[in-house]
């Protein structure tokens, strides 16, 4: 069989107008560190270097939350319709300029062009236009109750939803009359900068939003920080264990979204076509570098082989390289930090004596790369039946009833997502019932809507984002 050659087809970069050196937004202004440290930002896909952003050293952190902390006496006191225009700009602003903030992502991130162009960046206006729907009904959203803004949010988000999980916490904080102070991950921190420029072109209030920079550190004096009113973090369960330590006996509200083992449990009366691609993109979806990605395959036994190998073909038509290549399915892993952790648990995979599959393509020679990956031969207690790898790589397993489906499906400390695919409504309707996770999708996977809540259960953290739910992580309810 001759298989199909695609010519390139790269989106351009001149778009994209990147600056040498970046400071942080404090205060509606770009300004140097009082750290005087900066650290390099690359494409992870080239190596190259884009950009030099600041590192915010403690006093940093407290200069952008004083500054947070003066406009919030304004910006909570506006009217929600006119804060709510302020967001509504925000939103048409990002739809405006939503191909130069692709690109700029998918430089960054190393994240597919076809990805960040029909996903992040057009979900993440979504987010903005349904949370300034929202800022103006409070009293519909809390019936009898008042709602009241809690004063200064400190965020602190990942690396592999740059600007999707800005807006899921900028969103609706300054929708509800917060004022912010974001740190983005330390890998991917430029789309927050170019939203840090779009806040300025829409003349937001100075204070409402700050972005600082920096490591682990800069997040962790962040959260820290007394005057800070409300924290919300979307990152590895371990940082967010110790980020609840910290915070337990303030006042301090907390919402915390992290890390995933998801099942994705394959009937044997699913619609096999589909819940290949179901699988597919629950999987390899953003190199599978998901919170919620489905990394755990549950298969029917009486179709597992077949499934399998249905599989298998459609992983040899993944097309692996550049990330703005608009054919491009498997874009760069997001940091070298990161392909040395999918590389280390693949070991144990093997080690643990579970087989591996992997299709024929060529890694490019430069930059952070991982083929896509299958295991088979997987039991409940192998790590990598355990333990989020955050990479494409699918662990299987099967099972003969719904009951251990269930059983196998919450057979996990997590409990973020997970995916039935079945013909019968009944059975989607007994499994949802029974599964131990925030979303499930059913005949579906990874589905995102503005509308719709998103979090988990157990270690995968709790507060929700999303949605009417999602507004009550920015308020305290009062009488009216
Ligand atoms: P991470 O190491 O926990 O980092 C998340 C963010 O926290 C980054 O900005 C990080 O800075 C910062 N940080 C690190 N140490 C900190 C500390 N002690 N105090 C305060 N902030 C600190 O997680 P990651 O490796 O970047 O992201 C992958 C993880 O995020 C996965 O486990 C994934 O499942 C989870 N995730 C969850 C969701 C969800 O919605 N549930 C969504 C996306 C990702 P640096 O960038 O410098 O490390
Ligand atoms: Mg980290």
Redesign the pocket.
């Known amino acids: 069989m001759t298989k199909w050659e695609y010519a390139p087809a790269p989106e351009a970069t001149e778009i994209v107008s990147v600056k040498d050196t970046y400071g942080n937004y404090i205060g509606g202004e770009f300004v140097e560190p009082n750290s005087n440290e900066y650290f390099k930002t690359i494409n992870p896909a080239t190596e190259e270097v884009l950009s030099a952003v600041p590192v915010a050293d403690e006093s940093d952190v407290d200069k952008a939350v004083s500054a947070a902390r003066k406009a919030f006496g304004t910006w909570s006191s506006m009217a929600p319709g006119d804060r709510a225009k302020f967001v509504y700009r925000i939103a048409r602003v990002i739809q405006e300029r939503a191909r130069e903030m692709a690109v700029l992502e998918t430089m960054n991130g190393g994240k597919p062009i076809k990805e960040s162009r029909d996903i992040d960046i057009p979900l993440a206006a979504a987010h903005f236009f349904y949370y300034a729907g929202w800022a103006d009904k409070l009293e519909y959203a809390f019936p009898g109750r008042r709602a009241e803004p809690l004063g200064v949010a400190a965020q ?6 740059p600007m999707l ?1 800005l807006a899921w916490k900028i969103a609706p904080a300054i929708a509800t009359g917060n004022t912010v102070v974001l ?5 991917t921190p430029l789309t927050a900068l170019m939203f840090a420029e779009i806040c300025e072109q829409v003349g937001l209030p100075p204070g409402v939003v700050n972005i600082i920079n ?3 550190a800069t ?2 004096a ?2 820290k920080h007394p005057d800070v009113d409300k924290v919300a ?8 264990k ?2 609840q330590r910290e915070l337990a006996g303030t006042h301090k509200k907390l919402t915390l ?4 083992k998801a099942a994705n449990v394959i009937f044997e009366d699913a619609p096999l076509d589909q819940a290949v691609e179901g699988i597919v993109n629950g999987i390899f979806f953003n190199q599978g570098q998901v ?2 990605a489905g990394s755990r395959l549950l298969v029917q036994e009486s179709v597992a082989e077949h499934l399998l190998d249905k599989l298998k073909r459609r992983l040899a038509t993944l097309r692996l390289g550049d990330p703005l290549d608009k054919n491009t399915d498997i874009g760069a892993i997001n940091s070298r930090a990161q392909l040395d952790k999918i590389k280390r648990l693949v070991g144990v995979g093997v080690e643990e004596g579970a087989e591996l599959f992997q299709p024929a393509c060529d890694i490019p020679e430069r930059g952070f790369w991982f083929p896509p990956t299958i295991f088979t031969g997987v039991s409940q207690s192998h790590r990598i039946a355990q333990e ?1 790898i ?1 990479g494409p790589v699918l662990s299987v397993m099967t099972f003969r009833t719904e009951d251990e489906a269930v059983e196998k499906a919450n057979n996990t400390p997590y409990g ?1 997502s997970a995916g039935i695919w079945t013909e019968k409504g009944s059975r989607i309707l007994w499994m949802a019932d029974r599964l131990r996770a925030g979303v499930v999708w059913a005949n579906t996977f990874n589905r995102f809507d503005p509308a719709s809540p ?1 979090g ?1 259960f157990k270690e ?2 709790f507060g929700r984002e999303g949605g009417r739910h999602g507004l009550e992580a920015y308020v305290k309810l009062v009488a009216p």
């Open positions: 602190v988000i990942p690396w592999n939803f999980m740190k983005p991950a330390e890998t920096g490591a682990g997040g962790a962040l959260v973090f979307t990152g590895s369960t371990e940082v967010g110790m980020i979204e992290l890390g995933g919170c919620c989020e955050f973020l998103f988990g995968s953290g």
